[in-house]
């Protein structure tokens, strides 16, 4: 009985026009990933993992069909369809390869005279495919093996029924079929037909056409770290190759496997074969492997990505149609194995494509695309289903019904559910997963800190949070406390925020209280890293004063690329004292005080107690932004071709004083430009100005971030400085501040002995600001990113020197990511 539903299933597929069978080699061990297409047209398909196909034709007669795969024979077959299904078994001979007798000197090396003609003719074999209509089929499998049972003292679960008792299972399984529209060099229009997920039945695949375009005729392949391609323009300066045979297809087209070499270990390159066509210098194959920390993603230990061509002699053109991507993955105790598979058929070369063919959208989904029944998807997937798959699909698609039944939900909240005495100091969660909401109380454990003001303080809160995991949307509404124990207060905060949609993220922020907060609104020291500078270097340099407040704010996208938030608060701003002097070490050395104008004076406070009525209005236009529409959402994409433009206004009015009334206005720009192989350069430009400025509270000042405690949290210094004061430079008039750095991605790093077994990023970095009546202050910095140990590179290295008015000081950063989790 236990898989009466899979006979069943089976028993009852309908039988359509297909013709299929499973390929093996000579001893019968089935072969995947094999190319298998009708001569002279662009319908195909590929092998499952077990070596079956299934190939959808529109009816009988004759055809001629040919067996493409890596390492094997090309097998021609005529065929005479007269029934169908049509069952046809093929067995591939292992390919005879050989080396023709050539004059190899120290000079020439045959292979490099190869590659250089498949450099030289890129162009020519790109112009033939740069244009074109396809069908395109994605199917993705991830499989989970002795899964720990608890990480970081959490329950893993069996992650939604995947995981059997041995904590082994399959956790991701996903099909999609779209109909793709490209024209080079990055026009793509993906319209999805159908998706599907298994133990999802409104699930939406993620696997797009988009998202593996990897395209060995460019120069670089579209990693995390760009890759460089075996045929890149470039390829001689990171890869050695090496002609190993050379064999004949049936239509005695000579092929050469060249194996491809990386001249250093450390650098964004592939290992493994390409296989060059003879004469016309087009790509037949590629079969390579990357490894993850050359690519800069330390989770996956290795992928392996294969490519098969096949040769259209009508139009005398080899087209990709088949591509595979196997990985092996793993961290903190989890291991990932994956398969995913990817094909092409159907091409329709040089359409005729109108101005709205191409639009910022770049995938969307037909209505109904995730309902798509199993008749559909027998009629239209290019590759049968291995029986692991099947059982998934059933399994899964069986116990979703139960999974999502009160009952079941109930009795799975019951056991997370249970209160300890622990709980007390970690926090606790009570949920409901039937009605979708959770109750969250945040415990004292992280939310213990020290500063001179409230000397040691707690921070807690409680939380309802209602959501919709379908639509992404939510309801919130909390509470925090606080309380300081030197200064015997406590202050309270409540809030509320609504998620309408995840289209344009409308969403609507209500919240109020009384808080202590540092003047720069932006938090420059986190409370981690100044509990440590006070405690342990008696460096207090976070300074606080009390806001009781109440505020409003909205925001959404109005167009794609342009959005806008609003918001309006009253606030009464009061001065605070250090009311603690606790310290571990520096004994001698004494605090300053809670006045970052006169931190030598405990007795005058930075401000006066004041209140106001602060509106701010700021958009954000990102120019050709593309994005995805998805029925659970809208998904947007950046575009590193242009700024992304940031310009805002605030106006101060209804204050205790009208000297305290203001208008202030501000432009940012930001941008990533990706060059190439060769690293990331990244900017941030900032200038404002304020205007009807009498004597405006310091609170409103223009505030700087800066740094004096040598620890950075942030993974890149866009929006700080390393060593400027915190306030000596806050402004209520003019300013500009300019923020870059060049990431090498390993371009330079990477070619220095020693220090390239790092595998770390060389960072450069300037910094400038400009206030008026001082001098302009600058910062150069150099230093390593994405150090670490194994698979954990969270740390960051700086050496900072700054200028004002000459050399002023420098001095080191270092760059601890991990806080973040943390604070």
Known sequence: MKYLKFVLLFLATPIFSQIRGTVTDQKGVSIPAVNIFIEGSYKNTSTNENGKYELNISSKGKYTLVFQSIGYKTKKVPLQIESFPYQYNCQLDEEVYSLSEVVINNKENPANAIIKNAIAHRKDNT??????????????????????????????????????????????????????????????????????????????????????????????????????????????????????????????????????????????????????????????????????????????????????????????????????????????????????????????????????????EIVSFENEANKKDNNFWNTIRPVPLTEEETKDYIKKDSIQTLRKSQKYLDSIDRKENKLSLLDLITGYTHKNSFKKWTFRYEGLLLGTHYNTVQ????????????????????????????????????????????????????????????????????????????????????????????????????????????????????????????????????????FTSNN???????????????????????????????????????????????????????????????????????????????????????????????FNTENISFVDYKHFNGNQTHIGQSDRYLNQFNLLPYYTNSTNDAFFEFHSEYDDKGFIINKIPVVRSLKANLILGIHYLAVPNRLPYREFSVGLDNLGFGKFKFFRFDYVRSYQNGFNYDGVVFGLKILNALD
């Open 127 to 360: 112009e033939k495919t740069n244009k074109f209509n396809c069908d395109f089929y994605s199917k993705g499998i991830i499989r989970m093996k002795d899964v720990p049972k608890k990480i970081m003292g959490q329950d893993v679960g069996d992650l939604d029924g995947a995981l059997d008792s041995t904590r082994t299972g399959v956790i991701y399984l996903s099909e999609t079929v779209s109909k793709l529209k490209f024209q080079k060099p990055d026009k793509m229009n993906e319209r999805i037909v159908a998706s599907k997920v298994s133990g999802k039945n409104n699930g939406f695949s993620f696997n797009t056409a988009q998202s593996v375009d990897f395209d060995f005729y460019e120069n670089n392949l579209p990693f995390q770290a760009n890759v460089i391609s075996p045929i890149s323009s470039n390829a001689f300066s990171y890869y050695k190759f090496k002609l190993e045979s050379s064999f004949l297809t049936p239509d005695n087209q000579q092929i050469n496997k060249i194996k491809v070499i990386p001249r250093r270990d450390t650098e964004p390159v592939v290992e493994g074969y390409i296989y060059i066509v003879e004469n016309s210098w087009a790509i037949y194959a590629v079969d390579v492997t990357l490894k993850g920390y050359r690519m800069q993603t330390p989770a996956i230990d290795k992928l392996v990505l294969k490519q098969n061509f096949s040769y259209n002699q009508s139009d005398r053109v080899w087209t990709k149609n088949t591509q595979t991507i196997d990985f092996i993955a793993g961290m903190f105790g989890f291991n990932a194995t994956g398969t995913f598979t990817y094909v092409y058929s159907n091409f329709e070369f040089e359409p005729t494509f109108d101005k709205k063919t191409f639009k910022n």
């Open 455 to 590: 000397g040691w303080n707690i921070n807690s809160g409680i939380n309802f949070f209602k959501y919709d995991d379908e639509k992404f949307t939510y309801t919130k509404i909390g509470t925090k406390i606080n309380y300081g124990f030197s200064e015997n207060k406590i202050r309270l905060e409540g809030n509320f925020s609504k998620k309408f949609n995840n289209t344009n993220r409308a969403t609507f922020n209500l919240n109020g209280g009384s808080q202590i907060t540092q003047f720069n609104e932006k938090k420059p020291i986190s409370d981690i890293v100044n509990d440590v500078s006070t405690l342990f270097f008696k460096n207090n340099f976070a300074k606080f004063y009390e806001k009781n407040f109440i505020k409003t704010s909205y925001s959404q996208e109005i167009v794609n690329g342009f959005s806008a938030a609003v918001s309006l608060e009253y606030a009464e701003r009061k001065p605070l004292y250090n009311t603690s002097e606790q310290v571990y070490f520096q004994q001698d050395k004494p």
């Open 596 to 690: 970052p104008l006169l931190p030598f004076d405990d007795t005058i406070p930075a401000i006066q107690k004041n209140n106001i009525i602060k509106a701010n209005i700021g958009t954000k236009i990102t120019f050709g932004q593309q994005y995805i529409t998805r029925p659970d959402g809208k998904y947007n994409i950046g575009n590193d071709k242009f700024p992304t433009l940031h310009f805002n206004y605030e106006k101060g009015f209804a204050a205790s004083k009208t000297e305290n009334n203001y208008d202030f206005l501000s432009f940012r720009a930001e941008q990533d430009v990706t060059l190439g192989n060769k690293g990331v350069f990244a900017y941030n430009a900032i200038a404002g100005k304020f």
